[in-house]
């Protein structure tokens, strides 16, 4: 089993379609993260979890929801998106808080 | 906050040349530079990191350089092979708070 698990790996949904992307960490890490690549840009970061507790928002759209039930689990729920929401969404998680990440392979979502 | 910048945003290279990737950052506080790879169809992976109390780290083929004083940090790859194409970001934080990335350098190493 990979160290941080995606899913789904594709995603195709329409501008009124609801999805939820899903994480899971099996390395015992605290906190988890939820990242923004597209094409040619630096890593986005999104939203950061500690100990399950949401410590950041980087100003994202409430378009995307996330959901931390525990310190293994991390949800991005999908709801009204835009064409320019159509991103490699990657996520992370590290022992604490800061600490080196490992990323997931990512979920990769086209917005028509 | 932290701007990295990332050079060049690609490069080809002849499998066994040495291969040469530069960032630069803005904030003096940063004193940790990771360096990840990324493969087609895969996340960023860490291969190589360097702290701000040293100037170089070698592992294998690859090494990774920091000058403090300019404020930019080089990713070296020797004796290229094809299975070192990939996508490589590099970054820089300081202490816990965030990584600022930057903005990837698709490398190509031709058979």
């Known amino acids: 089993e990979t160290g941080v698990t995606q899913t789904p790996r594709h995603l195709v949904m329409g501008m009124t379609n609801k999805k939820s992307l899903k994480c899971e960490q099996h390395?015992?890490?605290?906190?988890m993260y939820w990242y923004k690549q597209s094409a040619k840009k630096p890593l986005e970061l999104m939203f950061v979890y500690n100990f399950k507790e949401q410590t950041e928002n980087n100003s994202v759209p409430s378009r995307f929801s996330p959901e931390c039930p525990n310190s293994s689990h991390l949800f991005l729920h999908l709801h009204t998106l835009q064409p320019e929401d159509s991103a490699l969404y990657l996520c992370a998680s590290s022992q604490e808080i800061g600490g080196e990440l490992f990323f997931g392979e990512g979920s990769r979502l086209t917005v028509l | 906050g932290e701007n990295v910048e990332q050079h060049p945003s690609t490069l080809s290279v002849q499998e066994g040349d040495s291969a040469v990737i530069k960032c630069t950052y803005s904030d003096s506080a940063s004193n940790y530079f990771p360096w990840y790879k990324q493969e087609l169809g895969k996340g960023p992976q860490l291969i190589i990191d360097?702290?701000?109390?040293?100037g170089e780290k070698k592992d294998q083929r690859i090494a990774v350089t920091l000058n403090k004083t300019a404020k930019h940090f080089s990713l070296h790859i020797t004796e290229t092979q094809p299975e070192d194409s990939a996508v490589y970001f590099c970054a820089a934080k300081h202490n816990f708070n965030k990584f600022y990335f930057g903005s990837g350098t698709k490398l190509n190493v031709k058979p």
């Open positions: 390395l015992g890490h605290n906190a």
């Open positions: 360097i702290r701000s109390n040293v």
